[in-house]
């Protein structure tokens, strides 16, 4: 089985930057289209970022033109590169495949905070 953990969270100020990362173990990893979700307090989960096994990209509006996904597969590896951050960014950030549902257990996410 798949598990993935997410890492790179923290606190920032609005206009900062982050960078997450979802490590994943097992071999099948290369050939799963993923995604970024997030989850902030009494909200659900939703996507935010996705990135096919050949690299295409979407983006939620929310985050269009803000945030960067990629992926190493040799490193089993997906990013997120989060600029210009919001306090509305704020919530619980997970990785997971984009089907449904998404194939893999959750991890334990990477909360971001964007505060003053």
């Known amino acids: 089985q798949v598990q993935l953990v997410e890492s790179g969270g923290g606190l920032v100020q609005p206009g900062g930057s982050l960078r997450l990362s979802c490590a994943a173990s097992?071999?099948?990893?290369?050939?799963?289209?993923m995604g970024w979700y997030r989850q902030a307090p009494g909200k659900q989960r939703d996507l935010v970022a996705s990135i096919s096994s050949n690299g295409n990209t979407n983006y939620a509006d929310s985050v269009k033109g803000r945030f960067t996904i990629s992926r190493d597969n040799a490193q089993n590896t997906v990013y997120l590169q989060m600029n210009n951050l919001k306090p509305e960014d704020t919530a619980v950030y997970y990785c997971n495949t984009v089907s449904l549902p998404p194939r893999y257990s959750w991890g334990q996410g990477t909360q971001v905070t964007v505060s003053s």
């Open positions: 097992g071999s099948m990893f290369r050939f799963d289209a």
